[in-house]
């Protein structure tokens, strides 16, 4: 178990998982994150656990559970496939650790409830890595929505596609939970509900599967919010890469590139389109990564909730959300649709 933290000293994290995007953007952006400090990073092969040890200045550790009875680990960041989310976040959580667990939090609404009632129970924080939303350019995007820049809402549409993976790359393997709807379609999916609050009905979807494999390779959503705006979002693994989203209002447009995965030292450009006008706002860098365990540090703090919620709403009921949104996807995609009309996600809890 996790000695009690002293208030002055920073998290000490372990990492449950030698994956790629720990690699490249996460565990990088801790060099700006006063407030956490790596201990160790867990692997089933000694050899990758020793790698990322080599680079990162921390212990090795062989075996995830070993890195879990460590007494020098307050939290855990758990960067593993969607499929073993529930039994490695709950086995964290049982051990006291708060958990920073890479998008989505699970692969079901079911999961997603369990894990976050066993979260809550214990008093433990426990975060969906949604790294986007902590980007200042959605919060100017929202600033400006507020204030009527772009007049009422009418439309969202999101987009985020990469072109054809290697055949062995494990988004192709259902088992692990694969699919291109919870590796990229969750993205405008999040963004839809960050913009258009957290009442979507599913009005329509349809999922792509290839026939070489036996996981979604790309998708269509129709969504309606409480207010009747709708959100059209496209993704898939069959594209030339594109990562966008636009909002359309009585009055212009709003239109953002490389809204889901900007570069640390990207300095995102933001379009306001009008009747007689077009004005390009470029905004500071900023790495989201950084931003988003900082977050996740003051949430274990106790401090206030900084994203990715806008509005007040509370992180830990959008995360359940987001799920329940899933599972409707899933289902209209069966047919659910066609019976009823709309596929409403399930209120959380």
């Known amino acids: 178990m996790p000695q009690p933290m002293a208030e002055t000293r920073p998290l000490r994290l372990g990492v449950l998982g030698c994956a790629d995007i720990a690699w490249r953007r996460t565990l990088p ?26 680079r990162f200045g921390c212990a090795a550790v062989t075996g995830y559970q070993r890195l879990l009875d460590r007494d020098d680990v307050d939290v855990v960041y758990l960067p593993l496939p969607v499929a073993l989310h529930g039994h490695w976040v709950e086995r964290a959580l049982s051990g006291g650790r708060h958990v920073l667990v890479e998008k989505p939090l699970a692969a079901t609404a079911a999961e997603a409830l369990r894990l976050s009632g066993l979260a809550a129970s214990a008093g433990l924080v426990l975060r969906e890595n949604f790294t986007f939303l902590h980007h200042p350019q959605h919060a100017t995007v929202m600033d400006l929505i507020s204030g009527g820049e772009i007049g009422e809402l009418r439309a969202f549409t999101g987009a985020f596609g990469i072109p054809p993976l290697p055949g062995t790359d494990i988004r192709y393997r259902a088992d692990l939970g694969g699919g291109a709807l919870l590796d990229v379609g969750v993205y405008p999916l999040r963004a839809a509900q960050y913009f258009l609050g957290s009442t979507l009905d599913v009005l329509g979807s349809a999922l792509h599967t290839a026939p070489t494999y036996d996981v979604d390779t790309s998708g269509d959503v129709l969504l309606r919010s409480g207010e009747g705006v709708c959100a059209h979002l496209s993704f898939g693994f069959r594209h030339g890469y594109r990562s966008a989203y636009e909002i359309w209002g009585s009055a212009g447009r709003i239109v953002v590139e490389r809204a889901y995965a900007p570069p640390p030292r990207y300095r995102p450009r933001i379009r306001i389109e009008q009747q007689d006008r077009v004005e390009r706002l470029t905004l500071p860098a900023a790495d989201q990564f950084a931003e988003t365990l900082r977050a996740f540090v003051a949430a274990v703090r106790g401090e206030p909730e900084r994203g990715p919620a806008p509005g007040g709403r509370p992180v830990a009921r959008e995360q359940l959300v987001h799920a329940s949104l899933i ?9 659910g649709a066609r019976d009823s009309g709309a596929v409403r996600a399930p209120a959380p809890g």
């Open 29 to 54: 952006a801790l060099a700006d994150v006063a407030g956490l400090t790596l201990t160790a990073v867990a692997s089933r092969s000694a050899e990758r656990a020793r790698r990322f040890a080599d």
């Open 327 to 335: 599972d409707a996807i899933r289902a209209s995609a069966r047919g």
